[in-house]
């Protein structure tokens, strides 16, 4: 992402803009959810456009402030914030909102956030979430899409209505936050295996980048991260390998999930597959 000077709100054209926004902290099992916000603004080139106050929203005591040099060699502190970033893409602009789940003031905290989306235009908000499940590393990142958005599941059969009950992180207060607000909001979370929950996780990040560019129709280059992916699970193999307790959960977790995947037709996977594959060949031909 580039970090030119924080400019004003307003005078965004409403080109279909989505928000995307990623939070550090419970929501973000492994790091995969904000790797994938921040991969999304590095292929996208984003540009920094506005940041939020800290002080109302962090207790520093568990969000410590960071120092190192900055890049004029001198000392600087770097607070926890959140921070917004604009992509302008072909078909619509994208506004990629990073922070970490504050500590405090919540529906403060959401309602000057959703006042950005407001002023840049944005019509839908799309929350990126991960969790630790009883998965295997070995098989393909389950991922789940949900929506209050009555209008998006009619037009996206594959995005379930919301029916999670139970406590919340700052995902599912924004998320229905938006609705209030007559947002559209749709929420896509990937299930990391619990047993690796340490970051990075780039096999569930990768999932998720799968998932939003399938929803926006917008080909994300994924660079070295498919490479990433490969080397991560030989490693959790290798782990795997020298226990054997592991391994025999693992072996059970594989076949539960094989069974449980078995009725599946796969064919509109495949064919999602596909049509992803025809967007990242055609963009390549555009470049």
Sequence with gaps: MTSPEIEPAGRHSARNTVLLAAFEGWNDAGGAATAALAHLGEVWDARKVHELDPEEYHDFQVNRPTVAPGPDGRRQITWPTTSFWVAELPRRTVVLVHGIEPSMRWRRYCAELLGQAVERDVRTVVTLGALLADVPHTRPIPMTATSDSEGLRAVLPDI????????????????????????????????????????????ATLAILARVEELLGEPVPLRDLPDDAEAWQ??????????????????????????????????????????????????????
Excluded: C
């Excluded at 607000?181 to 749709?186: C, D, E, H, L, P």
């Design 234 to 287: 030989h490693g959790v193999d290798e782990l795997a390998g020298e226990d054997a307790e592991i391994a025999e959960y693992v072996k059970q977790l594989e076949e539960a999930k094989d069974t449980a995947d078995l009725p599946e037709a796969s064919g509109e996977a495949i064919a999602r597959e596909f049509e992803r594959w025809l967007k990242r060949r055609d963009s390549g031909r555009e470049s």
């Design 160 to 203: 379930e209505p919301n029916t999670y009950e139970g406590p919340t992180g700052i995902v599912g207060v924004l998320q229905h936050e938006a609705a209030e607000r007559g947002m559209q909001s749709v929420s896509l979370w990937a299930a990391v295996p619990h047993y690796v929950a340490n970051p990075p996780s780039p096999k």
